[in-house]
């Protein structure tokens, strides 16, 4: 078990619910940090402003209360941090966010399906895409898992 720290939690209680389901199982299987939920206005055009969002204000997941946007990754202990220049500890996290949310959509405990920001087609491929946002996931009522 890796409970969440406080700060992460308290971001996370900014998020859908299905969210709090996806984390709580999660917790299960890697240690992880939450790194942004909801993001008013001023948040949003900063991250807008900065390059780390391509959309500005209210058009991110992000901006909705709850938020359908989330933003997380690896911890590691020994550095009491993420690494943020390993994107592929954030890759095969984000293959643990997707299982574990696709397992929890078909056993019909949360309502959406997850679109990673690595991935934004969900095609399974990271090459394909010039705006990729590694931390990055969202919910949608799309059917992008074909199931
Ligand atoms: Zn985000």
């Not at 209210?58 to 941090?81: C, Q, R, T, V």
Request: proline letters at 3%; aromatic letters at 12%; glycine letters at 6%.
């Amino acid at each position: 078990m890796h409970p969440l720290g406080k700060t992460s939690s308290h971001r996370l209680s900014s998020c859908h619910s299905d969210w709090k389901v996806i984390c709580e199982a999660l917790c299960n299987w890697v240690n992880y940090s939450v790194f942004c939920g909801h993001r008013g206005e001023l948040a949003q055009n900063q991250a807008f402003f900065n390059g780390t969002s391509e959309l500005e204000w209210p058009n991110s997941k992000h901006n909705s209360l709850p938020s359908l946007a989330i933003d997380m990754g690896p911890y590691f202990s020994e550095l009491k941090n993420t690494d943020w220049e390993d994107a592929n500890a954030f890759a095969m996290f984000a293959g643990m966010v997707l299982l574990v949310a696709k397992q929890l959509y078909v056993q019909g405990k949360i309502s959406h399906q997850v679109i990673w920001g690595g991935d934004w087609d969900s095609d399974g491929r990271t090459s394909d895409h010039k705006f990729r946002d590694f931390p990055h996931f969202e919910l949608t009522k799309e059917n992008v898992w074909n199931l």
